[in-house]
T-cell receptor, first 112, second 114 residues
């Protein structure tokens, strides 16, 4: 069956370090992948989209990589700040579909 | 803020009751999707409406139904509520139904079924 895996354990890092979050998938051929941020009690907020033919995307302190051979996406936040603390969700979209399938998310905690 | 609003913010119902949740999409957006998010899980797709027509449905029973109105606002109705329906219900709007279209989520309605 199709599966999207994000680390269920929270990631704790010190302010200023680079946070790296992982999204692995099986039995899936995504046309593109999205990353969202979700704060407690709020809806997800779209951050970045990367397509299957793209290796890397950047936006300010954010970087996403997409390896369709490894079936993995990495999400990096450089120079992390306590305000980056949130849950980060990856979502995959199959070709021909507009509907994202979400992972369960990974909680990031940035300590001052 | 995304411009997507949902009401009510919180709701408590008992098993067997019916509930209607409402969503106003961002101005100019003609596509609305509904998701259920259980605690500690990612959002699960319920269904999507495009220009008042249902366009895609996730693995949810028929007691989950919806509507989209001419102004593109939307309702989610759930009949015969079960305890497992307790969750955060999110709606998301997008400018159009299309490849790579960004979805803008509302703050959600927290439903508790007792």
């Amino acid at each position: 069956s199709q599966k999207i895996e994000q680390n269920s354990e929270a990631l704790n890092i010190q302010e200023g370090k680079t946070a790296t979050l992982t999204c692995n998938y099986t039995n899936y051929s995504p046309a593109y992948l999205q990353w969202y941020r979700q704060d407690p009690g709020r809806g997800p907020v779209f951050l970045l989209l990367i397509r299957e033919n793209e290796k890397e995307k950047r936006k300010e302190r954010l970087k996403v990589t997409f390896d369709t051979t490894l079936k993995q996406s990495l999400f990096h936040i450089t120079a992390s700040q306590p305000a980056d603390s949130a849950t980060y969700l990856c979502a995959l979209v199959r070709g021909g579909s507009y509907i994202p399938t979400f992972g369960r998310g990974t909680s990031l905690i940035v300590h001052p | 803020e995304t411009g997507v609003t949902q009401s009510p913010t919180h709701l408590i119902k008992t098993r067997g009751q019916q509930v209607t949740l409402r969503c106003s999409s961002q101005s100019g957006h003609n596509t609305v999707s509904w998701y259920q998010q259980a605690l500690g899980q990612g959002p699960q797709f319920i269904f999507q409406y495009y220009r008042e027509e249902e366009n895609g449905r996730g693995n949810f029973p028929p007691r989950f139904s919806g509507l989209q109105f001419p102004n593109y606002s939307s309702e989610l109705n759930v009949n015969a509520l079960e305890l497992d329906d307790s969750a955060l219900y999110l709606c998301a709007s997008s400018l159009m139904m299309g490849d790579g279209e960004t979805q803008y989520f509302g703050p959600g309605t927290r439903l508790l079924v007792l």
